[in-house]
T-cell receptor, first 114, second 109 residues
Framework: ETGVTQTPRHLVMGMTNKKSLKCEQH?????MYWYKQSAKKPLELMFV???????ENNSVPSRFSPECPNSSHLFLHLHTLQPEDSALYLC?????????????FGNGTRLTVT | TQLLEQSPQFLSIQEGENLTVYCNSS?????LQWYRQEPGEGPVLLVT?????EVKKLKRLTFQFGDARKDSSLHITAAQTGDTGLYLC?????????FGKGTRLHILP
């Protein structure tokens, strides 16, 4: 496996469900990110982990909870979501975590909250 | 607040034509990246430019970083249907990477 892998690709959940998104990177990078992509909006940074330490959470609602057990894996735990949380959730990694370090994205999880 | 404005938002042209899309800001960026995103996939990095006035070529794609490092352009020569996708620019901001909303390009056969 190469690159950044996200599972599942699609997820439909009710507002009372609890689910988790998984991301794995095989690039040996030191930083991992969660982004939210909604129609007609720029990519929104949700969380950044550098060397497994969270460095940014960007005021994301507490119904989104990230976990980074090691430099290769990243999770996003979801609970009591709202319909407006429906979006494409992208995981990315970068070599150094600096603003000039290019991002390598996974193919995303398309989340629908009903 | 640092913002990147991309124009046009949508562009539909015939195969074989040339086109230019733009990424503008009032802020200075330390670097600028262009990504292409195809349906059902994540964005893929095309190029990074770091020096004011820099020009980089990737086959039929030409990228330019403005002299003042506030803007960038992407020019495609003889567009092909495989160029269809969402083109995103992203800048190295003060403390994070800033993304534009993208230009959705559709090349007609």
């Amino acid at each position: 496996e190469t690159g950044v892998t996200q599972t599942p690709r699609h997820l439909v959940m009710g507002m009372t469900n609890k689910k988790s998104l998984k991301c794995e990177q095989h690039l040996g990078h030191n930083a991992m990110y969660w982004y939210k992509q909604s129609a007609k909006k720029p990519l929104e940074l949700m969380f950044v982990y550098s060397l497994e330490e969270r460095v940014e959470n960007n005021s994301v609602p507490s119904r989104f909870s990230p976990e980074c057990p090691n430099s290769s894996h990243l999770f996003l735990h979801l609970h009591t979501l709202q319909p407006e949380d429906s979006a494409l959730y992208l995981c990315a990694s970068s070599q150094s975590g600096t603003v000039d370090s290019p991002l390598h994205f996974g193919n995303g999880t398309r989340l629908t909250v009903t | 607040t640092q913002l990147l404005e991309q124009s046009p938002q949508f562009l539909s042209i015939q195969e074989g034509e040339n086109l230019t899309v733009y990424c503008n800001s009032s802020s200075v960026f330390s670097s600028l990246q262009w990504y292409r995103q195809e349906p059902g996939e994540g964005p893929v990095l095309l190029v990074t430019v770091v020096t004011g006035g820099e020009v980089k070529k990737l086959k039929r794609l030409t990228f330019q970083f403005g002299d003042a490092r506030k803007d960038s352009s992407l020019h495609i020569t003889a567009a092909q249907t495989g160029d269809t996708g969402l083109y995103l620019c992203a800048g190295g901001g003060d403390d994070k990477i800033i993304f534009g909303k993208g230009t959705r390009l559709h090349i007609l056969p």
